[in-house]
C-alpha cells in the first residue's frame, strides 16, 4: 500500500499544526486570537467587573483596553506615577493603585483620584500587594517587610485605616500575594514558603499555615473558596500543581508531574485552572486533573508571565509577562470527552523504561530500565515472568530480532559498554561483545536479521554480523551522539539521528550500507534529535527530538515533506503500527499521540501518564501499544481497530 500522497501528508500537517496540544486528553487549541495588548514590561492588569475593559499597568503608565473594540481607548494614569499594581472594586466604581510608598483610590467614572495614603510602608521598591475584598469596599495591601493594612475606600469617603496602628501583626511573612475568601472573612497571605490565613473576626491569624517546598510567586483560589493553589517564585524543575485546602492547611491533590509554571489563576466558573510559565498558557480541566486547553502564543511575545487573569464570564484570559500583555478571546470551550481507549498498568521498574519491545506473540513483553534491570512480563496482568537477562549496567536497552529468535541488550558494565545478543527460546547468551568506554545509545535488528546496528555516545555506529557476532562494519558520524538509528524495510538504508544536549542543531542521516557512505544529511531540527523511524513502504522517514516538532522526509528526494504537530517539550520515542497505517509518538510533556497515516484527521491523544514517556512498541498485530515511562510505569493501551 502506498503511504501518504504527497498531498495528503502535506494536508495532514496543515491539520497538525492547527491542533497543537499540551497534555494527556484530546485537547483545543486556542492561537489566533491571541492579541499582543504592550510589548514591554507591564506590572498588572484588572478586568472590570462586567468583563468590557481591562486595565493595563506598565512603565508607560496605566492604559485601558477595550475588549469589544479591541483596541486602547485612553492613557488613564501618566507615567509619571511610576509602577503600580491596581485592583478594581467588586462594584466596578474604583481603582486602587499601590505603588512604592503610597495608596490611591480613583473614580472609575471620572479618572479622578479622591483618596490617598502617603508615605505607610516601607517598601524598598517593591510594589504593593493589593486585594478587595468580594463584598464592599474592604482593600487590603501589604509589602515585603511584612506590614499589613485594611482600608475601607469609598468615593463618598476617605480611606481610614481598620486594624489597631494600621498593622495586622508582625508576621514578617514577606508578603508575596493576597487574596480573600469569597465570603470576605478570611485573607489570605502569601509569604515566602507559606500562607496564613487572617480571620477578619476576631481579628488574628489562624493556628495552621499551608507550607511550600518552594518561594511562592502568587497564589490563586478557587471561585468557592475550597481549593489554595500557590504558584512558585522559579520555574520548577520537578514538581506539580498541588492543591491545599484552605480550610485545613493540608495537601489534598497534584496535577500531574513536572509542571513548569509561575502564575496561576481560576476561572470564575470554576471549570478551568490557568497556568503559565513561558509563551503558552495551558488551562487544566478541575474536574479530571488534565490539560484540555493550549492557548499558544509566537516566539515574539513569548516573555515571563507573572500574573494571569480571567474575565467575570470566564470568556478572555490574559497574561501579563516581562516583555508583553497578552489577551486571548475564547471561543466556547469543549465539554470534557469520556476517555475512549482504555488501558492497563503495572509498575515493572523503579527507574524510567528505557526499551520495551513485544514477542513474537504479542503476550509477552520484554523491558528494559534505566537501572539496568531487564525481564520477560506478561502484557495482560504485569506479572513478572522471568529474569532472563542479568543486570545490564546504567543505562540500559533492548531489542528483538524480526523473527524473534534473538534478542539484544546493551548497557554498561564495569565502566565498559557491552552489546550482548541471546538466544530468546534457549535463554542462553549467544555473544557478548565489549566496547570501550564509548556509551550504548541505541540499537536495531535489520529487517532480514543478519546483522544488528548499534550506536554510542561518539558517534559511532556499528554493525554486527548476527552469524558470527563480529562487528561487520562500522560508520563514523559527526562526533556527536547518535541516539536512535533504524533500518529502512529493504534494509538498504540505515537512518541514524543524533546531536549534542543543549546544542541548538540536530543531525539525522541516511548511510547506504551496500557502499558503507552517508548519502544524505537531513538538516533542519532545531536540537538534538532523539528517535527516528520508517514508514512500512519505506518512501519517508519520521524523526522528533528536544525541540518537540515530529517531522516527515521523503527518503527519495532527501528533503522535508511536512512538519507534523510540535510537541509542548521533548519527542523520546516514535512506533509505526505493522500495517503501516499509524503512527505513534510521545515524549516529556506525558502525551501519547496517534496519527492516521492513511487518511486526513488529527492525531488521537492517550491520557493517564503521569510522567514523561521514554519508549513505545506496537504488539506485532497492531492491536496493542505498550508505553514505558521515566516513574516505571508501564502502560498497555487497547487500541480501535
Known amino acids: 500500500m502506498k503511504f501518504l500522497a504527497c498531498r495528503t501528508i502535506l494536508a495532514l500537517g496543515l491539520l497538525a499544526i492547527g491542533s497543537m496540544t499540551k497534555g494527556d486528553a484530546p485537547p483545543h487549541v486556542v492561537s489566533d486570537v491571541q492579541v499582543v495588548l504592550h510589548r514591554d514590561y507591564a506590572t498588572t492588569a484588572a478586568f472590570t467587573p462586567d468583563g468590557k475593559r481591562l486595565f493595563v499597568s506598565t512603565d508607560d503608565g496605566i492604559f485601558v483596553w477595550d475588549i469589544a473594540a479591541q483596541r486602547k ?163 520548577l524543575l520537578a514538581g506539580g500543581i498541588d492543591f491545599w485546602d484552605p480550610s485545613t492547611g493540608k495537601l489534598t491533590r497534584r496535577f500531574q508531574r513536572y509542571v513548569d509554571y509561575r502564575a496561576a489563576a481560576f476561572s470564575p466558573d470554576g471549570r478551568w485552572l490557568a497556568t503559565s510559565d513561558q509563551g503558552d498558557v495551558d488551562l487544566w480541566d478541575l474536574s479530571t486533573g488534565v490539560k484540555r486547553v493550549v492557548l499558544t502564543s509566537d516566539r515574539q511575545t513569548a516573555s515571563y508571565v507573572h ?132 556509551e550504548v545509545l541505541s540499537a536495531a535488528f535489520r529487517p532480514d536479521g543478519q546483522q544488528l546496528a548499534f550506536s554510542t555516545d561518539e558517534g559511532e555506529i556499528a554493525l554486527l554480523d548476527m552469524v558470527t557476532g563480529k562487528p561487520a562494519v562500522t560508520l563514523q558520524s559527526q562526533g556527536s551522539e547518535i541516539w536512535a538509528v533504524a533500518f529502512s524495510p529493504n534494509g538498504e538504508l540505515l537512518a541514524s539521528a543524533g546531536g549534542r544536549l543543549g546544542r541548538s542543531e540536530g543531525s539525522l542521516s541516511l548511510w547506504d550500507l551496500k557502499r558503507s557512505v552517508r548519502v544524505g544529511d537531513l538538516a533542519g531540527h532545531a536540537g538534538p534529535v532523539f528517535c527516528t523511524a520508517f514508514s512500512q513502504s519505506g518512501e519517508y522517514l519520521f524523526s522528533a527530538g528536544a525541540e518537540g516538532l515530529i517531522r516527515v522526509w521523503d527518503v527519495a528526494r532527501r528533503d522535508l515533506r511536512v512538519d507534523l504537530e510540535r510537541h509542548r517539550r521533548a519527542v523520546f520515542a516514535l512506533a509505526v503500527r505493522s500495517d503501516g497505517l499509524q503512527l505513534a509518538s510521545a515524549g516529556a510533556d506525558h502525551v501519547i499521540r496517534l496519527w492516521a497515516l492513511d487518511r486526513i484527521a488529527p492525531p488521537t491523544l492517550l491520557s493517564g501518564n503521569h510522567d514523561q514517556v521514554e519508549s513505545l512498541a506496537y504488539s506485532p498485530d497492531g492491536k496493542l501499544l505498550a508505553s514505558g515511562n521515566a516513574d516505571g510505569a508501564v502502560k498497555i493501551w487497547e487500541l480501535p481497530q
Open 307 to 438: 500574573r494571569l487573569l480571567f474575565s467575570s464570564d470566564s470568556g478572555n484570559v490574559c497574561a501579563v509577562g516581562s516583555d508583553s500583555v497578552r489577551l486571548w478571546i475564547l471561543p466556547q470551550l469543549p465539554e470534557v470527552p469520556s476517555p475512549e481507549t482504555s488501558h492497563r498498568s503495572f509498575v515493572a521498574a523503579r527507574a524510567a523504561i528505557r526499551g520495551l519491545v513485544f514477542d513474537a506473540d504479542g503476550t509477552t513483553l520484554l523491558i528494559a530500565s534505566s537501572d539496568g534491570k531487564c525481564g520477560c512480563w506478561k502484557a495482560a496482568t504485569g506479572e513478572l515472568l522471568e529474569a532472563a537477562f542479568p543486570d545490564l549496567g546504567e543505562p540500559a536497552g533492548i531489542a528483538i530480532s524480526p523473527n524473534a529468535a534473538e534478542v539484544a541488550t546493551w548497557g554498561r558494565r564495569g565502566g565498559r559498554a557491552v552489546v550482548q545478543v541471546w538466544d530468546r527460546k534457549a535463554g542462553a547468551l549467544r555473544f557478548s561483545l565489549p566496547r570501550p568506554a564509548n
Open 73 to 235: 481607548t485612553a492613557d488613564w494614569l501618566k507615567p509619571s506615577e511610576g509602577r503600580q499594581n491596581i485592583v478594581i472594586s467588586p462594584d466596578g466604581q474604583c481603582l486602587v493603585t499601590g505603588g512604592d510608598d503610597r495608596i490611591a483610590a480613583w473614580d472609575l467614572a471620572t479618572a479622578r483620584q479622591f483618596t490617598e495614603l502617603r508615605e505607610r510602608f516601607s517598601s524598598g521598591g517593591n510594589l504593593l500587594k493589593l486585594a478587595f475584598a468580594p463584598r464592599g469596599q474592604t482593600v487590603a495591601a501589604g509589602n515585603e517587610d511584612g506590614s499589613l493594612f485594611l482600608w475601607d475606600v469609598t468615593p463618598e469617603k476617605p480611606a481610614r485605616p481598620i486594624a489597631p496602628d494600621a498593622r495586622l501583626g508582625e508576621s514578617r511573612l514577606r508578603v508575596k500575594d493576597l487574596a480573600f475568601f469569597p465570603d470576605g472573612r478570611t485573607l489570605l497571605v502569601a509569604g515566602e514558603q507559606r500562607v496564613s490565613f487572617w480571620d477578619m473576626e476576631p481579628g488574628r491569624f489562624r493556628d495552621y499555615q499551608v507550607r511550600c517546598p518552594y518561594h511562592i510567586g502568587g497564589i490563586a483560589l478557587s471561585p468557592d473558596g475550597k481549593t489554595l493553589v500557590a504558584a512558585p517564585g522559579e520555574t
